[in-house]
């Protein structure tokens, strides 16, 4: 399916696959996300790759080393603390969100970009928080005392999850801190983190869009690369210096430990490190679950989401009103899209499938042979079996997210439910209006970046995917609407958002600020709450059920597959999946060819940016500011030969959740922050290729430039610690 579905989106820089299968295998290529206590196992290659300094600057048992300074930023990104007031580096797409919250067309930072010229007027981000983590321990054998392998399952499953509450409480008691307990290699391993979150975070320094998101989605999962991808932030504390809600007493936080800088750069070859918070990899499935990504999941996703993005951006191009409103949205929705092409495109010209297949086959001769764990022989035929029950409902749930769900009126009306449910609730028509209002209230940021007729265009344009490929199992109430409108989904559209209260914010306010006991018959009938009623209810009869069954299942299957590789090859280093925890990777500076061997290159700089403006095309413009400062040369301490460094890449494997990490030299002094990787080489969140496997990262001389120079908020610098 995904050839078809997929053929148009890879028109798109066609040739690049090819051109890097061309080159040379580079030696230092370094597949693994390590966990920060586990470290001290790779001190010698480290050591031999580069490494200057002791693994127990970088993280120790006591507590004090560099993991004091990098923190997880939000829910998904990485961030590092760069001076002794609680400073704190991340990129400009992760500080995304937060500044969308800030941003109206009065303050529209994502045009002008943002710069506190002192501390007084740095910004408080509601919702946002900071977590570091202060020290990680093994507790597999508390979680796992006296459990076998094949102990049965739900039985394990709710035992394991007991112990974790009870160990969690239990580490909170005696250190203080939060405690969290994850599992590692498929829950062959447990790890308990401890972490402090910190939740007065301000807004310090953002670069407009220009700047910070230069190059757009073309230049996103790309190299080479002109992208200012940053943004800074402050953590704040109470008095004892310790994590508060936002109090305007609260003052700049003391951190434990925070990254020197060295602007002094690097070159090809240098020993790098990135420190943080990598998402999700799967490098150990078997080729049965990768299909389900590789057939179903991304093909699906990027067909929904090709067509999301060219209503959206129609509409975002007509109104700067609706760019705002949607362009945090946007972002995210267009990170994957493009992210995910590149993945099917790495699996598929790199034959993951073949390459999988055949380390399978591999794995049953060994384990016919093998006679330490006897359920090895079965466990691929078990596994494959199983997931192959669970094809078309993957594929339904992927379609109803993203085309069904994927129209926020549709999406959104789950309010009406909770709405119907204050009404069910009983209450007396005070109490009734009270709690409708403190419902609604919760509806506000929804509908600050919601445009009626924008969503309108996406219903029309989404909904008829699902009745193209899911006809099997269209709702009753879908199918009549269908049939009443003759299949003329725009009169669909109409209706349905002519009426409902979940595109018109006004019109749900004063239905609630009037309700009376009676009045639940108008949510009853609200076309937005009937079509999310009928699709919730195929999720939970068709979806839901089949899925939870089949993941335990194959959670189970994974667990005793994981180990049984394991088992198999003793002496490889098999690094856990990333799941969100603390990690630490290493690897060197090194370049790619992307176009060919004449395009190799392992850094750009300003004069290549300044080469790629086009004043006609948005994500190509260049502030004037920044044209001035480039014409005079003006790069202050930051020029390099006549010119200021900006992107580099290296051998490093990073993924999701890195973006914002700190990169660090020999020393484990900062030199830049992780953003991005080159487009095939997405694919080593599955299948790791050291030919293809690159992160991006903004060197820190550009920041440094563009806040003294652009920003003029050179008073930043004065609290960092620079050494060349
Ligand atoms: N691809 C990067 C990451 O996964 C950066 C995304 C932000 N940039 C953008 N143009 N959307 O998150
Ligand atoms: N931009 C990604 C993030 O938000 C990092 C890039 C990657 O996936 O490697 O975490």
Redesign the pocket.
Known sequence: MHNTLCNCIFIIKNMLFLAVFTMSVPVSAKEGMCLAPALKSREADMKAMGLKIPIDKIYNKSGTGLNNAVVLFGKGCTGEIISSRGLVLTNH?CGYSPVQGLSNPAHDYFANGFWAASASEEIPCPGLTVTIVRRMENVTGKILKGLSDTVHNAWRDSLIAARIINLEKEYRQITKLDASVKPYYYGNQYWVSLTETFRDIRLVGFPPNSIG?FG??VE??AWPRHTGDFSMFRIYADSNNKPAGYSKNNKAYTPKDFFVINAGGYKEGDFTMVYGFPGTTQEYISSAELKHIFSISDPVRIEARTKKLEIWDKHMNSSRDIFLKYTSKR?GV??GWK?WQGELRGLELNHVMEKKEAYEKDFQLWAAKNNTLPYAGDLLTKIKNNASLIDSVIMLDEYTKETVLGIELIQQSAYLERILQCFRAGLSKQALQDTLKKTLAGLKPLFKNYDAPTDKDLFQNLLPLFFRDCSAWIPSYYQKRFTKHEGNFAEWADAVYKKSFMANEDKLTSFADTAQLADSTFILSDPGWKLFTAINELRKEKVAPQLSAYYKEQHYLDRLYMKSQMTKDKHKTFYPDANLTLRLTYGKIQGMDPEGPETYSYQTNIDQLMAHENPDVDMFKVPQKLKELYTQKDYGSWAVKGTVPLAFIASTHTT?GN?GSPVLNAKGQLIGTN??RPWEGTMSDLYYDPRLCRNISLDIRYTLFIVEKFGNAGWLLDEMKIVK
Do not use: E, L, M, V
């Open positions: 797409h998101n757009g989605d996103n999962w972002a267009a990170n992210k999701g973006s953003f991005d």
